[in-house]
């Protein structure tokens, strides 16, 4: 991975930390959607942690991390990034073989108000668009759940919102943070250009919009060797919603991936 490479990232992740600078300007102040979001779907953004074992040229090493998950049924199928289940760091460098690979296990949740942390399996995942599906363990009654059927389109120029769950230490409370859609492009495939957090969009309205992430290996893939400081590319990607949704259907219907 060039220098250049790992400045940029560094720059991506960094920008993704803090509130789009634009998404403010067709609004007073966000309380009035903030207060709606968490009374609709506060208590549907979980907390994931999982153990993730990182293996190279033989050695292994047991990283425990955590991630932001949303619950998409009522009877405990939870959305993740794909990348917190596994990641071949080769697709991220040139010259990479032998490059780490990292596999994730070991995965519990924690319900909005509970102090407990609950059992969790790999239904399946999906590359192309990034995500990943868990399945919570002996589910009790039914859990709040974000419809993903009930979406509206994102288009540039829209702003959307995201709803994360902090960690302990700022006491596990639900803080949102707006986005904005900055541009398409259909190359390779049609896809929205975000800038924002990771993690499922919300319109104003608190309609899911779309799942936001990183792609971290077409960053890497870039041609670009210099540090001209291009940031047309610095953005993050936006998967429509009718996407995630028909992914989130299949997946539904599947057992617990065995093996994993």
Partial sequence: MTLARLFALALLLGSACLPAAHAAEDFDDYQ???SMLGERHGDAVVTVKFVMSVTNSGNEQRIEDRTQAVLVSAD???LVPERTISLDLSSLREGSQGAPVAKSSDFRVRLAGSDEW???D???RDSALGLAWLRLRDVQGELPFVDLAKGTPAKPGM????ALRTSDEYGGVVVYRPGLVLGETHTPTYRLLVDGVPGLAFSHDGLPMGYVDIDL???MRSQNPGIGMDMAD???RLTPVEKVAAATAQAAGLPI???E
């Fill in 32 to 34: 009035d959607v903030f």
């Fill in 76 to 78: 405990g199928l939870l």
């Fill in 118 to 120: 609950q059992p969790a």
């Fill in 122 to 124: 790999l239904v399946t």
């Fill in 159 to 162: 702003v959307f919102f995201s």
């Fill in 217 to 219: 290996a077409q960053m």
């Fill in 234 to 236: 610095m953005v993050l």
């Fill in 257 to 259: 991936a065995g093996g």
